[in-house]
């Protein structure tokens, strides 16, 4: 897809508290969603969204920068082999245009995100994180935020709509505008009561270089340097959107979320031998509903 924006930042150095043990020894970008990490997922959205050059922001640990470097002794092996399936999908890896930056010292998104400065330059970026994957829908889900920064030139926060459970995140608070889009006036975290939306941030982005001026003003919290608070700096400047993510997400940092979008990718990619696999072990949709 061509779009207008074609730069992409990843996050990808977050500890994983939430998937301990299996992040203690393997970087939660690195757990696997099906026969890909979630890193690369988020990279091919980026890339099908129109984004040409994706820095990965990493920790220094250097499983990530592995993964997407080059294998040639891996691939003459499976050439050998004649395992052309593998042999194509590891080549695939490497034909990705991915750059690292490493963060040295834990410090919150915001922190994360400055690392990216020289990267980004004057350009808009997309921002994604990996906890988030996203399945499904029209578009990829940074392409449909890519529309709307099409329509207003404004920073733009990827929103999903949630039914319950809306006092455990930070809400949206919206208002329409006369093109069709909706301008994001504030992020209302964890509201008791009367939420003014159903829409919560969903770990997509689109930002102007501006965001980097609202870090440096931006005081930390604690040690911590949060990305929603220089969110709300832009929003006091009117100048964000929000715009709704028509697919399905899955919150793969947490273990039901992981374990869900490995069923539901299995489901899209693979469903055949999944659901072989389910009935050789005599699982059927009864014990799902246990």
């Known amino acids: 897809m061509n779009g207008v924006v074609k730069k992409a930042v990843v996050l990808t150095a977050g500890m994983g508290l939430r998937s301990l043990p299996a992040t203690k020894a ?18 091919e959205e980026a890339a ?7 820095l990965l922001v990493v920790s220094p640990d250097g499983a990530v920068q592995k993964h997407f470097s080059k294998d040639e002794a891996l691939e003459r092996t499976l050439a050998v082999q004649n395992r052309l399936n593998e042999l194509a999908a590891v080549s695939a890896i490497a034909r990705l245009n991915v750059e690292f930056a490493v963060q040295q010292n834990a410090g919150g998104s915001g922190e994360a995100l400055l690392c990216a400065r020289d990267f980004v330059g004057d350009k808009p970026f997309f921002l994604l994180n990996c906890d988030d994957l996203f399945l ?31 006092d455990a995140y930070g809400v949206l608070r919206l208002k329409p505008r006369d093109d069709g889009e ?4 504030e992020i209302v975290e964890k509201p008791r009561d009367n939420p003014q939306s159903q829409l ?4 997509r982005y689109v ?10 003003k931006t005081q930390r919290f604690g040690r911590e340097l949060r990305l929603s608070d220089a969110i709300a700096l832009l929003c006091r400047a009117r ?5 709704e993510i028509k697919a399905m997400r899955f919150d793969v ?4 979320g992981l374990a869900a979008a490995n069923a539901a990718y299995a489901m899209r990619f693979d469903k055949e031998r999944f659901l072989n696999e389910l009935a050789e072990a005599g699982l059927d949709a009864a014990f799902f509903a246990r």
């Open 26 to 43: 393997v970087p939660k970008a690195m757990l696997a969603v099906l026969d890909k990490p979630a890193v690369q997922w988020v990279c």
């Open 48 to 54: 099908q969204s129109g984004a040409r050059e994706i």
């Open 136 to 166: 499904g829908g029209e578009l990829p889900a940074c392409a449909q935020l890519s529309e709307s920064y099409a329509v207003t030139g404004m920073s733009t926060v990827g929103a999903i709509k949630r039914n319950s459970g809306l």
């Open 182 to 185: 909706k301008e994001l006036l």
């Open 200 to 203: 919560i941030a969903a770990g």
């Open 207 to 216: 930002f102007n270089p501006t965001v980097f001026e609202a870090l440096d």
């Open 239 to 243: 100048a964000v959107c929000a715009r």
């Open 253 to 256: 940092g947490s273990r039901a």
